[in-house]
Structures are given as C-alpha cells and as structure tokens.
C-alpha cells in the first residue's frame, strides 16, 4: 500500500512539474508589442458663433437708433448671403435709472449671436456694419462639425 501511495505521489508530482513546464515555454514563444499613445491634428474649424453687440449712440444732435443699426447687419449678412436663421437675439439692455422721466442720453442696446461656416466671411461683415455702433464682438465658439 505504501508502494502504490508513493507511486501515485511520484506520478502526481512529476505531472505538475511537467505542466509547469509546458506552461512558461508556451508563455515565453508568445510575442507581443505593447503600443499606448495620442494624437493631435489641426482643423479649420467649420462652425463659427460670434457673439455681437450693437448700441445706440449719438452722432452730433441725432440719434442714431437700434432699428438702424440692426438693419445694417442684416443689409451686410444678405450681402455675403448668409441667412437671417444664422442670427438669433441673446440679449437685450439698457439702464435708465430715472423712472418718471425719459433721460435722453439712454442708449438701449442688443446681442446676437451669429452662425457662420467659413471664418473668410467675418471681414466682409465687419466691413459694411457701423463702427460706431458695435460694442464689441467676441469668438464665442469655434468648432467643427465632423469632430
């Protein structure tokens, strides 16, 4: 009995070394590359918002009112033929601060936001508006369509 216990010892034993074995020779053939890494690439971007603010302001003794002024950017968008869908109203301000009476220097004031496709048409646009009528204009976003 003590024989065959140390006959199936020995057997039980030599089989695990033997699979060991087998075991770090096939793991040791086995190549591999490990790859880990990033990437950057530079787009035109394809969506332009800008971001514009128009005000009232005098000229000498006239006025020159908000409905001109948003009449003139709308004239410069049909000029390059950009939509009127483009433009939508973010804002509208104005501080007049006596309640009873209509102070004459109150400038109101309007922000809209407009959609372009191509950076090339923002120059045209500044172009044909009055200087003295926009606030400022800012980037607001700039992305593209395909990301």
């Known amino acids: 009995m003590k024989t065959c216990l140390l006959k199936y010892t020995a057997l039980l034993a ?3 070394i033997a699979a060991t074995s087998f075991a770090q020779d096939a793991m040791s053939n086995n190549r591999y590359i490990e ?3 990033s990437a950057e690439m530079k787009i035109k971007p ?3 918002y800008l971001n514009i603010m128009l005000r009232e302001y ?3 003794s006239r006025n020159i009112e908000l409905k001109t002024l948003e009449n003139g950017l709308l004239k410069a968008l049909k000029n390059q033929d950009i939509e009127q ?11 007049n601060w006596q309640r009873d009476n209509k102070r004459p220097d109150f ?19 500044l172009a044909d508006l009055d200087p003295k009528g926009i606030e400022y204009i800012n980037l ?4 593209h369509t395909k990301i």
């Open 140 to 143: 607001e976003e700039a992305t």
């Open 46 to 48: 394809d969506l332009i």
């Open 14 to 16: 030599f089989l695990s």
């Open 107 to 125: 400038k109101a004031g309007k922000s809209y936001r407009l959609k372009l496709n191509s950076l090339d048409k923002i120059n045209p646009i």
């Open 85 to 95: 869908d483009a433009l939508e109203i973010t804002n509208v301000q104005g501080y």
């Open 35 to 37: 790859v880990s890494g």
């Open 58 to 60: 005098a000229d000498g």
